[in-house]
């Protein structure tokens, strides 16, 4: 049995999903060859290259994988596809993007969001927002999988694959990145943070989330996270939002401030190690999963805790 | 152009739902039935494209029981101008789905087809990134801003690291984000004219599709709960807490 991993990457380096899509194949077993597509992507497929588990990296190098768009990343999973038994992606925007189009390209489902292998064929994924998990089998004579990265530990450097080239697929031309807005950030990125500050409706309006979240987060060293409605209302960018259909995170604490804990928001944090609520609502229901809840009027007790530590 | 709409009947997205007993499925009897959020957000969008003058005709397409009808009202309130019901009481997959839509798309020829991103129920993503590969046609999920000028679109996306801009030539597949839009009120009157607007119903067979489903679900359970911790009294005890019992600062 061999298994593809397709490396999510920023040409120079890995990112850290890709370390726990690694893992998920390691937990069904059997080769795990890593396919790295980008242009000028040689350290990102010298660094998959040393992952622990990993046998072989391919590597397609060409100016039409710069943007990673699905019609030209699928095709090129296409044309490489024989032979494996399972093709794997982290459940990031860029799997979630390309990964149904290979499975439907090969003719088979996709298995989405996995948070759990029972065996080569059975897997264990969330549905409805995370309340009811299911456990799947696959007839298909191909699984194609996404990961959910919080599931799963980073796999670990200790590698020393093969690095091999392969052909680029014909480039498809259909679709033309115009413009790209990446949210700039010194702190730590939301899914890979060990602390995170979130803020919800509560907080106002943007002055106030800035004012302050940004020094509690400074303090703890965390990233910064919001709920829908604090994203909707235009306090932070959409890459913040932390929820069924944003972010899903895991941190070892998650400090969730003026939000009321919607089952949508839930769904993206209630696997975080210890939870601390700030709600002046002695009912909200964050409060149910919260290891530590302070109901207070955050205005008072948010610049308190930041003086604090 | 023709825009056509995928709207899927779900469980509203208030319920909180559970698990029978037996562990073979999950209890949908007698609650609330919505169409899916992301699919009203793609109706309000087609729906705008069509005060603008750049669609000429939306139709909204719902796949399953004949419970979806009500689904296809609503689209039809909101300005969707007809419906076609998939009606079938089989399992449907996403991949299943994507191929009736395909055979829909063969047959009506719109030069847009708007989905949802994700489905609230099964959480797939993967509907119409499938419909797109199926046809060949170029794609942009996650959409959170649309332009449509001629046969081109032009689309923002909201990706992990923040947005992104697309542009393809239609015909092309769109998939809806939270922050598209905001869907209206469908208005008294108006859901009152939904009910005389047309409604066809088709089948699989009459399709030629097979929906037989690739995945069997073997059990599902609820997630281990997790336990309500405890009130602290105030900034010094949290912090007392988190220090000494979570270790966590
Ligand atoms: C299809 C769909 C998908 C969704 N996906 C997501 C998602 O991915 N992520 C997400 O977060 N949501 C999502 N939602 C939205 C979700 O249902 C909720 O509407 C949202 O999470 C609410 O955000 P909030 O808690 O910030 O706001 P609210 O529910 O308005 O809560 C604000 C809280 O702040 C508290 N508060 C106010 N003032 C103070 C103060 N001075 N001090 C202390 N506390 C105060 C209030 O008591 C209240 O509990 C989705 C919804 C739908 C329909
Ligand atoms: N049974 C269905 N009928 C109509 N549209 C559907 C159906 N299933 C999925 N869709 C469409 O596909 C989108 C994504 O669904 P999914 O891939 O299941 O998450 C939904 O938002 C709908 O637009």
Redesign the pocket.
């Known amino acids: 049995m061999a298994i593809l991993v397709i490396a999510e990457h920023d040409n120079a380096s890995l990112q850290p999903a890709t370390l726990n899509a690694v893992s998920a194949a390691v937990k069904i077993g059997g080769d795990i060859h890593v396919l790295v597509a980008g242009s000028g992507c040689g350290a990102a497929a010298e660094a998959a290259a040393k992952v622990a588990g990993v046998a072989k990296v391919k590597v397609a190098d060409a100016a039409h994988y710069a943007d990673q768009t699905a019609e030209n990343i699928a095709a090129l999973v296409i044309a490489n596809a024989a032979g494996y038994s399972h093709v794997i992606a982290p459940a990031t925007t860029g799997g979630k993007n390309f990964m149904?189009r290979v499975a439907a390209l090969l003719d088979v489902a996709q298995i989405?969001d996995i948070v759990g292998v029972e065996s080569a064929d059975t897997f264990v994924r969330p549905i409805y927002a995370g309340n009811v998990l299911a456990t799947v089998q696959s007839a298909d004579a191909v699984k194609v999988i996404t990961v959910r990265t919080t599931a799963f530990e980073a796999a670990a450097e200790g590698g020393s694959a093969a690095v091999e080239t392969v052909a680029a697929a014909a480039d498809s031309g259909q679709t033309k990145l115009v413009g790209r807005e990446l949210t700039k950030s010194a702190r730590p990125e939301l899914t890979a943070a060990k602390i995170i500050v979130s803020g919800g409706r509560g907080v106002g309006n943007s002055e106030n989330y800035h004012a302050l979240l940004e020094p509690l987060a400074d303090k703890l060293g965390a990233a910064l996270g919001a709920s829908r409605a604090a994203v909707d209302a235009g306090f932070v960018p959409n890459d913040y939002q932390v929820g069924q259909t944003g972010k899903i995170v895991a941190p070892q604490l998650y400090v969730a401030v003026g939000i009321s804990g919607a089952i949508q928001h839930l769904a993206g944090m209630k696997d975080s190690k210890v939870i601390v609520a700030i709600n002046k609502d002695p009912e909200a229901p964050i409060f149910q999963v919260a290891d530590y809840g302070l109901v207070a009027d955050l205005f008072e007790v948010v610049p308190q805790l930041t003086a604090a530590l | 152009m023709k825009v056509l709409?995928?709207?899927?009947?779900v469980v509203d997205y208030n319920v909180k739902v559970r698990v029978k007993s037996d562990g073979t499925g999950v209890d949908i009897a007698n609650v609330k039935m919505s169409m899916?959020p992301?699919?009203e957000i793609?109706i309000e969008e087609a729906v705008r494209l069509k005060e603008a003058g750049t669609a000429t005709e939306v139709i909204a397409?719902?796949?399953?029981l004949a419970g979806?009808q009500e689904t296809l009202r609503t689209a039809m309130a909101i300005g969707a101008d007809r419906g076609i019901l998939?009606e079938t009481d089989a399992e449907?997959?996403?991949l299943a789905?994507?191929k009736?839509?395909k055979a829909l798309v063969d047959k009506e020829q719109p030069k847009l087809v708007?989905?949802?991103?994700?489905?609230?129920?099964?959480?797939?993503?993967?509907?119409?990134?499938?419909?797109a590969a199926l046809l060949g046609w170029p794609q942009a999920t996650f959409a959170s801003k649309v332009m449509i000028a001629g046969d081109k679109a032009t689309v923002t996306r909201e990706v992990d690291g923040g947005l992104e801009t697309l542009e393809m030539s239609l015909p092309a597949i769109i998939?809806?984000d939270l922050r598209l839009n905001e869907p209206r009120y469908a208005t008294l009157p108006n859901i009152m004219k939904a009910k005389k607007k047309p409604l066809d119903t088709v089948t699989p067979d009459a399709l030629g599709v097979d929906v037989a489903p690739r995945l069997k679900t073997l059990k599902v359970a609820e997630p281990a709960k997790r336990q309500a911790g405890v009130k602290v009294a105030d900034v010094a005890d949290l912090i007392a807490k988190l220090k000494n019992e979570a270790k966590v600062i």
């Open positions: 149904p989405s | 709409v995928p709207v899927k009947r899916n992301f699919d793609a397409v719902s796949a399953g979806c998939i449907l997959q996403p789905v994507a009736l839509l708007v989905l949802g991103k994700q489905a609230i129920d099964d959480d797939a993503n993967q509907t119409g990134q499938m419909l998939t809806t």
